[in-house]
T-cell receptor
Framework: QKEVEQDPGPLSVPEGAIVSLNCTYS??????FMWYRQYSRKGPELLMY????GNKEDGRFTAQVDKSSKYISLFIRDSQPSDSATYLC??????????????????FGQGTILTVHP | DGGITQSPKYLFRKEGQNVTLSCEQN?????MYWYRQDPGQGLRLIYY???????QKGDIAEGYSVSREKKESFPLTVTSAQKNPTAFYLC????????????FGPGTRLTVL
């Protein structure tokens, strides 16, 4: 069983829809959670990060973490064709509040391919 | 402009040849990483380096080698020992050891003919 599981999609939605992207994980030591967006043949770019359970909002994007269920989500409101990309969740065992240093090993989900059509 | 650059963007190699992928950053980041991305498998860590002249193996280091002689440079060599080298290779860097967010370069697509 992989440490992080992510629905691979592909996911196709009409413009303006609300999109929900999800990852589950098995390692309860994961404390720091990130979402990256990757356009075709480009490097991933950081969208959001969080280290606490609950919601974090940034414009049309909301990251949700439920540590008790080992489940994280990214919601995109009013989706646009420019949101069409692969979305990767990533997580690590040591966050900035845990003290010490980390070599920064991120464990990634497989990525979800999203297409928003006009 | 600050950022991470990788070159070349596309690389073709014959079987049995070694090839070196370049990664340079001018962000003054301490730590640097190499990942490999294959369809449907997410990103897997090859090597990482927290400081100059020091590096460690990641999850899939076999068939790869790295060096870290300068803070801004972390080249990756794909050797002939790597059995399935065709992939998209991504370099990343991190501000400092207690900062978890990594920033990625644009990637190099390696194809073995």
């Amino acid at each position: 069983q992989k440490e992080v599981e992510q629905d691979p999609g592909p996911l196709s939605v009409p413009e303006g829809a609300i999109v929900s992207l999800n990852c589950t994980y098995s390692n309860s030591a994961f404390q720091y959670f990130m979402w990256y967006r990757q356009y075709s043949r480009k490097g991933p770019e950081l969208l959001m990060y969080t280290y606490s359970s609950g919601n974090k909002e940034d414009g049309r994007f909301t990251a949700q973490v439920d540590k008790s269920s080992k489940y994280i989500s990214l919601f995109i409101r009013d989706s646009q064709p420019s949101d069409s990309a692969t979305y990767l969740c990533a997580m690590t065992t040591i966050g900035p509040n845990a003290g010490g240093t980390s070599y920064g090993k991120l464990t990634f989900g497989q990525g979800t391919i999203l297409t928003v059509h006009p | 402009d600050g950022g991470i650059t990788q070159s070349p963007k596309y690389l073709f190699r014959k079987e049995g040849q070694n090839v070196t992928l370049s990664c340079e950053q001018n962000l003054n980041h301490d730590a640097m990483y190499w990942y490999r991305q294959d369809p449907g498998q997410g990103l897997r860590l090859i090597y990482y380096s927290q400081i100059v002249n020091d590096f460690q193996k990641g999850d899939i280091a076999e068939g790869y080698s790295v060096s870290r002689e300068k803070k801004e440079s972390f080249p990756l060599t794909v050797t002939s020992a790597q059995k399935n080298p065709t992939a998209f290779y991504l370099c990343a860097s991190r501000v400092r050891a207690d900062e978890e967010t990594q920033y990625f370069g644009p990637g190099t697509r390696l194809t073995v003919l």
